[in-house]
């Protein structure tokens, strides 16, 4: 039986081989597929195939939480729990509840936001299985790697690795989990 691995990272010497080696991925249907740089490259998300737009759901929801958190608590305040006869106006003056309820909705979606972004992206995370891999700590000043993992179901070890060495990839390594 063999070891069970994270997956097989090539390691490039520049963002051009590193985006043409992220073309050839996608086009052989690779999904389960990561990429890191040691700055942002325009396009190379798309390209990877990586389209994740949960995080304005989230916040959206926890936005539209907060407002209605935020109103239901004046409302329960001011209508059931102790109303105030102050100036004659009605107890459900809904117009002097709006600057809560704006506030409640910009930090509910704050905190959604950067919930969300921690819990999508499995953080806090000590340690990655990445971080052991050969010339990874690189990864923050000159190299390029892209990384295919062993979850995708197109993986299978030595046709991956082959693939990998025909993108013109100075090192391709396996990396444990």
Not at 52 to 68: E, K, N, Q, S
Not at 100 to 116: D, K, W
């Amino acid at each position: 039986m063999s070891e069970a691995i994270y997956g097989l990272i090539a390691e490039f010497k520049d963002e051009h081989d590193l985006m043409s080696a992220a073309e050839r991925v996608r086009e052989q249907g690779y999904k389960r597929v990561d990429a890191f740089s040691p700055f942002p490259i325009h396009g190379l998300a798309e390209t990877l195939g990586i389209d994740d737009h949960r995080v304005p759901l989230i916040v959206t929801f926890a936005a539209l939480a907060g407002a209605a958190g935020g109103f239901l608590m004046q409302y329960w305040i001011s209508v059931v729990d102790y109303p105030l006869n102050i100036g004659g106006r009605p107890d459900l003056s809904w117009p002097y509840f709006i600057p809560i309820t704006f506030e409640c909705m910009v930090l509910s979606a704050a905190f959604g936001a950067v919930l969300g972004m921690l819990g999508l992206n499995g953080l806090p995370q000590p340690h990655h299985p990445l971080f052991d891999a050969p010339n990874f700590d690189r990864a923050s000043n000159d190299r390029f790697f892209i990384c295919i993992e062993s979850k995708d179901p197109k993986f299978e070890r030595e046709q991956t690795e082959a693939f990998l060495k025909t993108l013109n990839a100075e090192n391709v390594a396996e990396v444990s989990l």
